[in-house]
């Protein structure tokens, strides 16, 4: 068992550990720490496996660190987010390896967040609002926003650092170059806005309709919503019996009552289009603004190859805290992954910059 497997393991651990230190609900916070304590049984198993002495390496890494900090910050549902994330992206690698070498799958290559569904099924003090709760929580949070703003500051680098090197590449570095820079971070900025803005303002409108047929349903039939609500336990296994009794217990709050119909047999996040069309369009263009700023800056206070070579390093530099910033939520080398990014990313520009070359030298 390879030592990063084991880290992986041990930053789970430490992971769902702060989750339920942290977690209001004790019937929440003992499924968390329970979750812990399997984490860390799996990597003291590996670690005997690999004669390893598990009490020299049982340290959460920089990455569990980083992301226990922006749970402190910005709170433990972004934790969890990229948590979860992490371990299906883990348990699908699995799954692909034991596929290309042909060995037979045993069940137990899913991902955690199917033990925590076990987990909370089995529970009989759990209830219908508490499960459903856990619901809006694991599919909502955490690890969506952390993606978004890194992607979205990936999407204003690469794009506007390949325009900036072609513009470059066909004058050396000289006039036009900070104009088509400015000029590319503001039009990239402003189209990833209105296509934000685009997004939200008609998935709103698109499911608002549902949404309200959903509770009108629930006010003139509710025997008929708690039989589908019924239905919806059932079909996660749980016994018909204790279903029901979630089921009513559930409809006693038909707001969250509600929201699991819409989810379950709508498959629609109430959540997530409660956000402001606005403030996501605003933050798209920021994010992307952020990205697209680097490789324009030298040309501020340089000119020729001097501030070609600076905006190739400052970009080279956010390319790489990028890549970084993505293993927060693979789970990947932070190194593998930071080069990784910076390659694709200067390879781009290399493209665009010979191109601009080409150009710059046909026109001369």
């Known amino acids: ?148 703003a890194v992607l979205g500051g990936n999407d204003g680098l690469v794009s506007n650092f390949s325009l900036v090197m072609g513009i470059a590449g066909a004058t050396e570095g000289q006039q036009g170059v900070l104009l088509a820079g400015v000029a590319g971070l503001l039009a990239g900025a402003l189209s990833m806005a209105l296509g934000e803005w685009i997004s939200v303002k008609s998935s709103q409108e698109l499911y608002e309709n549902q949404m309200q047929l959903e509770m009108e349903e629930l006010e003139v039939n509710p025997e008929g919503e708690t039989r589908e609500l019924a239905l919806i336990y059932m ?69 020729g190859y001097v501030a070609i070579g600076a905006s190739v390093a400052s970009s080279a530099v956010g390319l790489f805290l990028i890549g970084a910033a993505i293993t927060l939520f693979t789970g990947r080398s932070v190194w593998f992954s930071g080069f990784r990014q910076v390659l694709f990313g200067l390879s781009a520009a290399s493209v665009t910059y010979g191109i601009g070359r080409l150009i710059g030298v046909s026109i001369t």
């Open 235 to 303: 079909a996660k296994g749980i016994p018909d019996a204790q279903a029901l009794d979630m089921a009513k217990e559930l409809m006693k709050n038909k707001t969250l009552a509600h929201d699991m119909l819409v989810k379950e047999e709508l498959g629609i996040n109430a959540e997530e289009l409660k956000g402001s069309a606005m403030e996501a369009a605003i933050s798209s263009f920021v994010l992307f603004g952020i990205g697209a700023i680097i490789p324009v800056w030298p040309f501020i206070f340089m000119q």
């Open 1 to 148: 068992m390879k030592n990063a497997s084991i880290q992986t393991e041990i930053d789970a651990a430490y992971l769902y550990q702060k989750l339920a230190d942290h977690e209001e609900d004790p019937l929440i916070a003992k499924v968390f720490h329970e979750m812990s304590l399997i984490e860390l049984s799996h990597a003291e198993a590996f670690a005997a496996h690999a004669h390893i002495d598990f009490e020299q390496i049982n340290k959460p890494s920089f990455r569990a660190k980083t992301l226990n900090a922006i749970g402190k910050v910005f709170g433990y549902d972004y934790v969890l987010g990229a948590l979860l994330d992490t371990e299906k992206s883990l348990s699908n690698a699995v799954i692909v390896a034991k596929r290309k070498n042909q060995q037979e799958l045993s069940g137990g290559e899913t991902n955690h967040v199917k033990i925590l569904r076990s987990i909370l099924d089995s529970d009989k003090r759990i209830s219908g609002n508490q499960l459903a709760r856990f619901e809006s929580r694991h599919r909502t949070v955490g690890g969506n926003a952390i993606r978004a």
